[in-house]
């Protein structure tokens, strides 16, 4: 029977057609994680592996594979992540970005999960977008936590020897300049908001 093409699904894939992929549902992920004990192997997510990755070794994300059963490498791993990472920071421009992944509604989690398999087709390779969806959750709270809230941060520069105090009101007397009272500077850093970025395809944001 010839192999069934890989491509950007639209319509769920049969597990039939791809007998090699050994991580069809994501049960089975489990347990083969739960066999090998989830630390002999380096398999915890988001604890083990950055630096395998860096050198093309895939170490926590073994269930990404490609339609001929072949776990894809660790530089491949990286480009999905950074991919994920764009989509979030996407949703965040469009102020659709939730503060935990279990709270982001139907549109934003089939748009994110098309986007994902459409960029990567062999995410397509699962039951239920399990792959796409596994990946948000695992890398989703780590993001938000860095880049999802927007800092502010205030700098208030005080000069002490500027300020006089009268006995026995003790009234506090900011310093004049040019005959007009100083006040204080604020600052505000919006920390990492960015720009959606033009490669991505505008699937999102006509989906939300």
Known sequence: MASTPLSPALLPLSEHDFPNV??????KWTTRKRANNNVSNGERTGKRGGG?????????MRYVEDQHGTVVNGFHIKAILGASHQL??????LDKHPKTWGAAGTETLHAYCQE?????P?????????K???IATQNYPSWYNSHGKEKIKAEVHDDDSNIEVDQPTKKHRLPR?????????KSVDLGSRQES???????????L
């Open 52 to 60: 395998k990755m860096a050198k093309g070794i895939n170490i926590s």
């Open 197 to 207: 970025p033009s490669y991505l395809p505008t699937l999102v944001s006509h989906s």
């Open 122 to 130: 062999e995410l397509a390779l699962c039951a239920d977008n399990w």
């Open 88 to 93: 979030f920071f996407q949703l965040q421009a």
């Open 177 to 185: 300049v040019h005959g007009k009272p100083s006040k204080k500077r």
């Open 116 to 120: 994902m398999e459409h960029q990567f």
């Open 22 to 27: 050994s991580f069809w549902t994501r049960e």
């Open 132 to 134: 796409s969806k596994y």
